[in-house]
Nanobody, 123 residues
């Protein structure tokens, strides 16, 4: 059973950067596709970006392309989401999730989820 724990959220001003971490136990990220999603109250969970543990390829939603990057540290079994040039509309609870390959943008395709970390961006 894979367990995921996110960290790194917080309150920042628009234009700032944050790095979220997703640490895994009970499994190796190199065997999974890892996605980051975000959700605000009353809205459905939205795909932000993801990375293939096998190939290292990544994919981002248009809303964050050019601002967010994703990386995987296999030695720490941790995936990072680096968020630059944050906007107010990036405010949400961010979740990481893992599934068997391949990477998917669909939240229901993911088997394992973390508890989320809150990101708030003020103007």
């Amino acid at each position: 059973q894979v367990q995921l724990v996110e960290s790194g959220g917080g309150l920042v001003q628009a234009g700032a950067s944050l790095r979220l971490s997703c640490a895994a136990s009970g499994g190796s990220f190199s065997d999974y596709a890892v996605g980051w999603f975000r959700q605000t109250p009353g809205k459905t969970r939205e795909f932000v970006g993801g990375i293939s543990g096998n190939s290292g390829t990544w994919y981002f939603a248009d809303s964050v392309k050019g601002r967010f990057t994703i990386s995987m540290d296999n030695s720490k079994n941790t995936v990072y989401l680096r968020m630059n040039s944050l906007l107010r509309e990036d405010t949400a609870r961010y979740y990481c999730a893992a599934k068997s390959e391949p990477l998917s943008t669909v939240s229901r395709a993911y088997s394992y989820w973390g508890q989320g970390t809150q990101v708030a961006v003020s103007s």
